[in-house]
Nanobody, 124 residues
Framework: QVQLVESGGGLVQAGGSLRLSCTASGRSFSSYNMGWFRQAPGKEREFVAT????????YYADSVKGRFTISRDNAKNTVYLQMNSLKPEETAVYYC?????????????????WGQGTQVTVSS
C-alpha cells in the first residue's frame, strides 16, 4: 500500500508558476506509475500528466503541454509537477495518484491510490 501527500499549492497570479510535490510513504514507490489530476468545483477529475515508474516516459494533457512538467525522484519517493504560465481556469484541487499496473493512464479509475489534494488558485 502507498500513502500519498501533496504539497506546494497556493494562490498565484495568472502567468505565474507553482511547483507541486507528492511524497509517498509505504513500499516500492519506484514500482508505481504516477499521475497528476485536477478537479474544479462541480467538475469531474481531469487528467493533467503522468510519468512511468522509471521517469523515462511522460505524457501530458494537450491543455498543459509546453507549460507543465512532471518529474520524479525515486530516491526521495516524490513526484513533482512544475506548472508555468498558469491560467485562472486552472484553479482546482490537484491530486496525485499511483498506478500499480497501468502505464500512461489518463483516467482516474486507472489509479489505485490517491492523495488528499492541494488547492491551486490562479487569480486574474
Amino acid at each position: 500500500q502507498v500513502q500519498l501527500v501533496e504539497s506546494g499549492g497556493g494562490l498565484v497570479q495568472a502567468g505565474g508558476s507553482l511547483r507541486l510535490s507528492c511524497t509517498a510513504s509505504g513500499r516500492s514507490f519506484s514500482s508505481y506509475n504516477m499521475g497528476w489530476f485536477r478537479q474544479a468545483p462541480g467538475k469531474e477529475r481531469e487528467f493533467v500528466a503522468t510519468i512511468n515508474w522509471s521517469g523515462g516516459s511522460t505524457y501530458y494533457a494537450d491543455s498543459v503541454k509546453g507549460r507543465f512538467t512532471i518529474s520524479r525522484d525515486n530516491a526521495k519517493n516524490t513526484v513533482y509537477l512544475q506548472m508555468n504560465s498558469l491560467k485562472p481556469e486552472e484553479t482546482a484541487v490537484y491530486y496525485c495518484g499511483a498506478a500499480s499496473s497501468v502505464v500512461g493512464g489518463t483516467r482516474a479509475w486507472q489509479y489505485d491510490y490517491w492523495g488528499q489534494g492541494t488547492q491551486v488558485t490562479v487569480s486574474s
